[in-house]
Nanobody, 119 residues
Framework: QVHLVESGGGLVQAGGSLRLSCAVS????????MGWYRQTPGKQRELVAT???????NYADSVKGRFTILRDNVKNTVDLQMNSLKPEDTAVYYC?????????????WGQGTPVTVSS
């Protein structure tokens, strides 16, 4: 019943920019932390950026200063603005959101959207 739908992935040249968006829909009472993660073949999924319900942010060292995570608590969306992209940023990017249900936080994930950065 709860869905996270991602958009904005694609192919971009090194040094370019891309903006990923994730919309949360369904039966929602409260959304806690939201975030973006990425994964490449042969590697575990890694944190890219997170943002708390009050707006506090956390970034992986590899993207700090280049990426910005933003959320809209009215539209129930979380975006990832990616600037100065590098080939090393190539991965499938996943959206995450913690939803409150009956006294506990439950994590939900999007389907993933691929990002390819060419050199």
């Amino acid at each position: 019943q709860v869905h996270l739908v991602e958009s904005g992935g694609g192919l971009v040249q090194a040094g370019g920019s891309l903006r990923l968006s994730c919309a949360v829909s369904g039966s929602i009472f409260s959304i806690g932390a939201m975030g973006w993660y990425r994964q490449t073949p042969g590697k575990q999924r890694e944190l890219v950026a997170t943002i708390s319900g009050s707006g506090g942010t956390n970034y992986a060292d590899s993207v700090k200063g280049r990426f910005t995570i933003l959320r809209d608590n009215v539209k129930n969306t979380v975006d990832l603005q990616m600037n100065s992209l590098k080939p090393e940023d190539t991965a499938v990017y996943y959206c995450n959101a913690d939803l409150w249900y009956g006294g506990t936080w439950l994590p939900y994930w999007g389907q993933g959207t691929p990002v390819t950065v060419s050199s």
